[in-house]
């Protein structure tokens, strides 16, 4: 069983930045996408982004695109969603998962973590 553990959430104001983390348990390989999503109460899990493992290549929901990045080390076998520009409305539990593609399902992503929570002040 995959273990997902994300770190670095807190509190910001608008206009901060902040990098969230995640540590995947056992080996990550090439084909597997690693993405972020973020949930608000009462709304449903939005995807944020994802990276390809292997080759490293990225996609991000509109809203998020030009502010945010991810990046992985693969010699730490970490990911990473550095988040630029932080408004008010990317406030959310951040959460990292693993699936096989850049599905914007959050049913089609095989493991979770637990999220950390983002908050931003206007």
């Known amino acids: 069983q995959v273990q997902l553990a994300e770190s670095g959430g807190g509190l910001a104001q608008a206009g901060d930045s902040l990098r969230l983390s995640c540590v995947p348990s056992?080996?990550?390989?090439?084909?597997?996408?690693m993405g972020w999503f973020r949930q608000t109460p009462g709304k449903e899990r939005e995807f944020v982004g994802g990276?390809?493992?292997?080759?490293?290549?990225?996609l991000y929901a509109d809203s998020v695109k030009g502010r945010f990045t991810i990046s992985r080390d693969k010699a730490e076998n970490m990911v990473y969603l550095q988040m630029n520009n932080l408004k008010p409305e990317d406030a959310a539990l951040y959460y990292c998962?693993?699936?096989?593609?850049?599905?914007?399902?959050?049913?089609?992503?095989?493991?979770w973590g637990q999220g950390t929570q983002v908050t931003v002040s206007s």
């Open positions: 998962a693993r699936g096989t593609s850049y599905d914007t399902n959050p049913n089609s992503w095989s493991f």
């Open positions: 056992g080996r990550t390989y090439s084909s597997h996408i």
């Open positions: 990276i390809r493992w292997g080759a490293g290549t990225t």
